[in-house]
């Protein structure tokens, strides 16, 4: 994600081309706009990132949630955890939570 930056070393270059080289006043005030957009640049687009990686983290990776009948804290689960494992410890309290008997989706159309 190197959108901004680019636009920033381009606005950085165009001002040098123009006579606003950083020895001149002008091109000093030009050059700290520019370092405060590269900061955000990098603040923007760090952000950016991890909104992605989380959007994908959490398509990949959670794909089944558990209510702990003790505390009520929400888990997260896989697919690979949810197939494979018989109980899934609550993280919060501590609760051995059998997999197949929190499956509470159904009791309620019954
Ligand atoms: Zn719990």
């Not at 505390?71 to 939570?97: D, H, L």
């Amino acid at each position: 994600m190197e959108y901004f930056k680019n636009k920033v070393d381009y606005l950085r270059d165009y001002c040098k081309e123009n006579g606003f080289s950083d020895d001149t006043k002008e091109g000093k005030v030009f050059m700290a706009f520019a370092d405060v957009l590269d900061d955000m640049s990098e603040l923007l687009d760090g952000i950016l990132e991890q909104f992605g990686n989380d959007e994908e983290n959490e398509e990949a990776t959670y794909e089944y949630a558990f209510i702990c009948p003790e505390c009520g804290e929400e888990i997260e689960v896989s697919q690979e955890v949810f197939e494979e494992e018989e109980e899934i410890c609550c993280p919060k309290c501590g609760n051995m939570i059998p997999v197949c008997a929190t499956d509470f989706s159904d009791e309620d159309f019954e």
